[in-house]
């Protein structure tokens, strides 16, 4: 099953994203600390990432950064003309349409061999 | 036959004994005296002379006495009234008898017009330059004024004509008019400009007369002369600095006025007509009601106010208020106006009026410039809020377009549908209380409105546009806000001060490693103190004292107005609080000082 990790330090858009995607079709993980997410993933790395880029205490870049390069790393943000020293896979822009993201979820659980 | 003559004379007739009783008077003695004539014979003459002169008429009785035929002399009578009246006496003792005889004239009235006559006389020689000449103009007669007031000497004057201090100063016709009216046998009198001795001038007003003869020709002429020369040369000095004083309005365009409160009447100076476009009528005053209608129409009841309330309770005014010209054309003046007493009550009032029209209308100008200056500089800052507060909806805005697929889902499970309806809601108040504050942010605000309130508030709400610019910097903020009192201010232009401090602030240390914003706010000593200080490496002290002036910023081209300090201080400033800078360490630290409202 794709393990999927999301990180964002709004509960309300954690809590729409399980509704909506914490289905028994991936291994869904959430965080709201940039922090704990880091530590998630080094212990146990996920196949896809996907994270906020605004947050109080580090920002997307930084967390990019801070994780394996391997890890593809999806970015949702309620920027605009923001610009990213990281190189994300995708960036999704908020307020994004479910399907967005669910598109990316299938493409990797296609590429991931069952 | 003779007592005919003792009754009819005007003259007082006596006969007294050697005892010192009259016994006898005429009627004219009882006229001349008030007291009948047995008054007269009851009690000895010397009870009717005035103290000083008894010894005085013992003398001359003693003379008579010891054979001295007739003596003339004068005494002080008593007279019914308390008076005294002055008698002229012959007396004469017949070598036969013991009784004198003794006639009197009345010369109260003579010695009386004598002395007033001499007292003049003292008196203009005193204080007047006096000359008597003859027919010819020849001088006969000089007093010591004028051989003072002239330098010449009684002997140098006397047999010379006056033209020996003729200055030269008046034209031939001049005198010729002199001449003309005194020969005429009328008096002449005008300021006559004559010279010293030694060359310098003076001025006599002069009264000149002529005499006449018994024959109605004329004899000579009389001059009295008042020295003219101090009042001449102080009125010279006057009008000089009158003259100054005039130019000196013209060039100001300052005007004078002056109201008599009784009757309304104008008094102006020639400027005030000017400024006006009055035209000045000879012996023609402007009233008050004229002098209102030379304001428009809205300016109009503000001078009247004015001027009735210092006519009335004295009260001073100053003005800056449209006038309307006598020609219509509309500019601005500044007026003013004090109250003049007497005797306690206000008999005048009186101010100037001025014509600025230029300087006002060059600060109406830079009004609104400043007003468009602030709004471009709330521009920029809302340019440079926009990504933040994109920020700040597009994250609410995931969260209700996201939910409403989520409804249906839901709708058979009320408590989670309750929760999803929930979380819309409040995503919803999250969007609108952002915009409202850009809203009130982004005011026009050419009114400003001071309200008392809690500072805590509006720095909050300034954080707030501020935070995503510091998350995105990595910038943290140290925040420890501790004021119970509120302060009278704009709620915006405070707002906008702490945008502009945070967001330079935020800007000062992106080079440098550890980034951190200290806001400390207090009270202390009657002031709400706000201290934003940064982590930033300071403000050089050559560019300190620079950074309060327009148009200076350090930023790249198209990143800084250069204007938010300046009006950033402009602003505390019309709060009537201070914005300074200081150093704290190395950091700089801006305090905000504003008065709390008690």
Request: charged share 30%.
């Given at each position: 099953m794709l393990k999927v990790y999301y990180l964002d330090d709004e509960e309300l858009l954690i809590d729409m994203f399980i509704d909506y995607f914490d289905t028994g079709q991936i291994d869904l993980k959430t965080f709201q600390s940039p922090e704990e997410a880091i530590k998630a993933v080094k212990d146990s790395p996920p196949d896809l990432l996907f994270i906020d880029f605004q947050m109080p205490t580090m920002n997307g870049d930084q967390i990019a950064f801070a994780i394996d390069e391997r890890i593809p790393i999806i970015l949702i943000t309620g920027d605009i003309d923001q610009k990213y020293q990281y190189e994300f896979k995708k960036v999704i822009r908020k307020p994004y349409q479910v399907h967005e993201v669910q598109e990316i979820i299938e493409e990797y659980q296609n590429k991931k061999p069952l | 036959m003779y007592e005919k003559f003792f009754h009819l004379s005007r003259d007082l007739f006596c006969v007294a004994?050697?005892?010192?009783?009259?016994i006898e008077v005429n009627p004219t003695f009882s006229r001349v005296l008030g007291h009948t004539k047995e008054e007269l014979l009851s009690k000895p003459f010397m009870e009717f002379l005035h103290p000083e002169d008894i010894q005085k008429t013992k003398v001359v009785l003693q003379s008579l006495s010891e054979g001295q035929d007739t003596i003339e002399f004068e005494n002080r009578y008593l007279h019914k009234d308390g008076t005294y009246r002055v008698l002229s006496w012959s007396c004469a003792t017949p070598k036969d008898g013991e009784n004198m005889y003794a006639l009197a004239r009345d010369v109260t009235e003579i010695r009386y017009t004598q002395r007033k006559v001499f007292q003049i006389e003292q008196a203009l020689n005193n204080h007047s330059i006096i000359a008597m000449t003859d027919a010819k103009g020849v001088i006969t007669e000089v007093n010591d004024k004028f051989t003072e007031i002239s330098g010449y000497s009684r002997e140098e004057l006397i047999g010379k004509t006056h033209k020996i201090v003729n200055s030269g100063a008046h034209p031939k016709e001049f005198f010729k008019n002199m001449w003309d009216t005194i020969n005429s046998g009328k008096s002449w009198s005008g300021i006559i400009q004559n010279r010293h001795k030694m060359g310098h001038y003076y001025f006599v007003y002069s009264i000149l007369s002529p005499f006449f003869d018994n024959q109605g020709n004329i004899e000579g002429y009389l001059s009295v002369r008042v020295d003219m020369t101090d009042y001449i040369n102080l009125k010279f000095a006057y009008e000089k600095t009158y003259n100054i004083l005039n130019e000196t309005s013209s060039i100001a365009k300052v005007g004078g006025w002056e109201m008599d409160v009784a009757t309304g009447e104008l008094n102006w100076t020639d400027e005030t007509f000017k400024i006006l476009e009055?035209?000045?009528k000879k012996g023609q005053k402007p009233m008050l009601s004229e002098g209102l209608s030379l304001f428009t129409d809205e300016c109009k009841s503000i001078v009247e106010k004015a001027v009735l309330e210092c006519a009335e309770q004295g009260t001073p005014y100053s003005l800056e208020v449209e006038a309307k010209s006598a020609k219509g054309k509309v500019f601005w003046v500044y007026t003013n106006g004090k109250a003049n007493y007497k005797d306690g009550k206000i008999l005048t009032i009186s101010g100037t009026i001025q014509d600025i029209d230029m300087r006002k209308k060059a600060e109406i100008a830079l009004e609104k410039e400043q007003m468009k200056t602030m709004?471009?500089?709330?521009?920029?800052s809302l340019g440079e809020m926009s990504a933040g507060i994109a920020h700040e909806i597009n994250n609410p805005l995931t969260v209700v377009s996201g939910t409403i697929g989520l409804l249906d889902r839901f709708k058979d499970d009320p408590e989670k549908f309750q929760e999803?309806?929930?979380?819309?809601s409040k995503s919803c108040q999250r969007i609108e209380k952002i915009v409202?504050?850009?809203q009130k942010f982004s005011r026009s605000s050419?009114?400003?409105e001071k309200t008392s309130c809690n500072l805590v508030q509006i720095i909050e709400d300034s954080m707030s546009f501020m935070i995503f610019k510091a998350q995105k910097g990595s910038v943290e903020f140290k925040v420890n806000i501790e004021i119970k009192a509120k302060v009278l201010c704009d709620e915006v232009e405070m707002e906008q001060v702490f945008v502009n401090l945070l967001s330079n602030a935020i800007d000062s240390v992106s080079e440098v490693?550890?980034?951190?914003?200290?806001?400390?706010?207090?009270e202390k000593e009657g002031n709400v103190i706000i201290k934003i200080k940064d982590s930033g490496p300071g403000i050089p002290d050559e560019i300190i004292n620079k950074v309060f002036e327009p148009f200076y910023t350090t930023k790249a081209i198209g990143k800084g107005t250069g204007l938010g300090l300046s009006i950033s201080k402009g602003i505390i400033e019309d709060h009537g609080g201070e914005l300074l800078i200081t150093h704290e360490g190395p950091h700089a630290c801006f305090t905000i000082k504003l008065p709390i409202n008690k």
């Open positions: - | 004994n050697s005892e010192g009783y009259f009055v035209e000045k709004q471009n500089l709330k521009l920029a999803k309806l929930s979380a819309m409202r504050n850009l050419e009114t400003t490693e550890e980034k951190w914003i200290s806001l400390d706010a207090y």
